[in-house]
């Protein structure tokens, strides 16, 4: 079982968020509604709720203890603010060691490196403590600032898949790309 991570960064402080965040997080999903709407799936009205936040923070430690896991949040440095977030998702071991990486940062911190801030650190951490060595990341064809933060962390085009994930409700197509842990 790995250890979830308690990571600094020069603008961050990156964990797993605990119950007494779940005010914090309600305040991220309803101010960021509108931003993030195009890029994941369809959210119901209980998703913006403070009983969803707690239970999603609940599954989240279970996946973590599981080992299955990694749904970070990242928070200001005074961890009054979640700013963004960071999931390492799909863990598989064995001869694999690989997961997807799926990421997210609040509208007012957007555009300030700040997303690239801290996948670096969690990169790090993923190809450390956490032992993987291979990590995965897709994102929508449209999706130009995830993919020049994807690649100037040195993920590499793998493939294209259609219909691959749905997005707002719609069957969406996804260039598929993967960073592997240095020979
Ligand atoms: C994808 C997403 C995380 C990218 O965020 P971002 O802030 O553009 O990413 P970065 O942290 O790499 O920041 C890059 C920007 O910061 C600027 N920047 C400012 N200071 C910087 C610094 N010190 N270092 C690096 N970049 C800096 C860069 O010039 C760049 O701006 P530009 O794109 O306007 O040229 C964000 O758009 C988002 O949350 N989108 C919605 C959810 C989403 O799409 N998730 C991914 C699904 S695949």
């Known amino acids: 079982m790995s250890v979830p991570p308690r990571l600094r960064t020069a603008r961050t402080l990156i964990r797993l968020a605990e119950e007494a965040d779940a005010a914090k997080l309600l305040r991220y999903r309803v101010e960021n509604a509108e ?4 890029w ?35 928070f200001s440095p005074d961890e009054e603010t979640m700013l963004a977030t960071m999931n390492f998702a799909n863990i598989v071991r064995g001869a694999f060691q690989a997961c997807h990486l799926g ?14 801030e801290v996948l670096l650190s969690g990169l790090g951490w993923a190809f450390g403590d956490l032992g993987l060595h291979r990590v995965m990341a897709n994102y929508l064809p449209r999706n130009q600032r995830s993919e020049r933060l994807l690649q100037r962390l040195g993920f590499e085009r793998e493939g294209y898949a259609k219909r691959y994930l749905q997005i707002a409700g719609v069957w969406e197509d996804h260039v598929l790309t993967a960073k592997v842990v240095a020979a």
């Open 35 to 38: 931003h993030l709407a195009a």
């Open 40 to 74: 994941e799936p369809l959210r119901e009205c209980h998703f913006f709720t403070l009983d969803h936040c707690l239970q999603s923070i609940a599954e989240g430690r279970e996946t973590a203890r599981l080992d299955r896991g990694y749904p970070l949040a990242v």
């Open 103 to 116: 990421y997210g940062i609040a509208a007012s911190e957007q555009g300030q490196g700040l997303m690239h």
